[in-house]
């Protein structure tokens, strides 16, 4: 097993210590369900997802963050290769970030985490 990394782990459902243990419980970001339910601690090494009550809190400024990057890209790819179906951007833009929340909301909270954690190197796990 390599060294844990905190991108893979923010981009996995990992836990950011370990790197091996599932955040979510569901890998499916679609699943209307369960989406959202968090494991308490981590299943392999037993670190604490949720510090504090409120914690999560703070991903409300990373999910802001990752809607506001996701806009200018999607516009300046609008502006570079279709500028002639702008009107589309306007059309598409509400749609496309309604669909992409239940994805940001998780990439958020990872994210979050991940702030706070450092990854474990392999001697301490
Ligand atoms: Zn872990």
């Known amino acids: 097993m390599a060294k844990p990394n905190k991108l893979y782990s923010v981009l996995f459902n990992k ?3 370990c790197g091996v243990g599932d955040f979510f419980i569901s890998k499916n970001a679609y ?4 989406f959202d339910k968090m494991n308490k601690s981590c299943p392999h090494c037993g670190e604490n997802l949720v510090p504090e009550p409120g914690f999560y809190q703070g991903a409300l400024y990373m999910s802001y963050a990752f809607y506001v990057a996701f806009m200018v890209i999607y516009f300046l790819i609008f502006v570079n290769f279709f500028e002639q179906y702008l009107d589309y951007f306007l059309i598409s833009i509400i749609p496309v970030l309604i669909l992409l929340t239940p994805l940001f909301y998780r990439l958020a909270r990872r994210s979050w985490l991940a702030l706070f954690i450092k990854p474990a190197s392999n001697e301490t796990i």
Do not use: G
């Not at 699943?31 to 369960?34: G, H, V």
């Open 31 to 34: 699943n209307l369900r369960n």
């Open 15 to 17: 836990c950011p210590r």
